[in-house]
């Protein structure tokens, strides 16, 4: 069964089993990257990853596709290690695990 179309769009978050890695929407795990790497504002973060603040905006905004060097300059920042999964039919997707040093945020829906 394939995911709703909004899901498609929205990189719906995708329930997953006990224990198994968790898919967030790309600019919702960049937004909790930063703030977990203690950048409380985009200012600070842009200028960690020597881009402008524009460019994290649009990232953490949802309106945008991410482009993959701009989740490298993210990881590199935060000094975190970030894992996107790309399947046929669903958007793409940050994974979560309970790993201290992957993303694991867990939005309150579900990814």
């Known amino acids: 069964m394939s995911p709703a179309p909004e899901a498609r ?3 719906a978050i995708l ?3 006990a224990g198994m890695a968790t898919r967030i929407p790309i600019h919702a795990a960049l937004a909790a990257l930063r703030a977990r790497a203690g950048y409380p504002s985009q200012r600070a973060y842009a200028t960690a990853m ?3 603040q524009s460019a994290v905006s649009r ?3 949802g309106d945008y596709a991410t482009r993959l060097d701009t989740i ?3 990881a590199d920042a935060a ?3 970030v ?3 790309i399947r046929p039919g669903v958007a793409p997707a940050i994974i979560a695990t309970d790993a201290p040093h992957v993303i ?3 939005p309150s829906h579900s990814a």
């Open 79 to 81: 000094g975190e290690v």
């Open 50 to 52: 020597r881009c402008a």
């Open 15 to 17: 329930a997953t089993p």
């Open 9 to 11: 769009r929205s990189g």
């Open 59 to 61: 990232a953490e905004s």
């Open 104 to 106: 694991a945020t867990k």
């Open 83 to 85: 894992l996107v999964e």
């Open 72 to 74: 490298q300059r993210y």
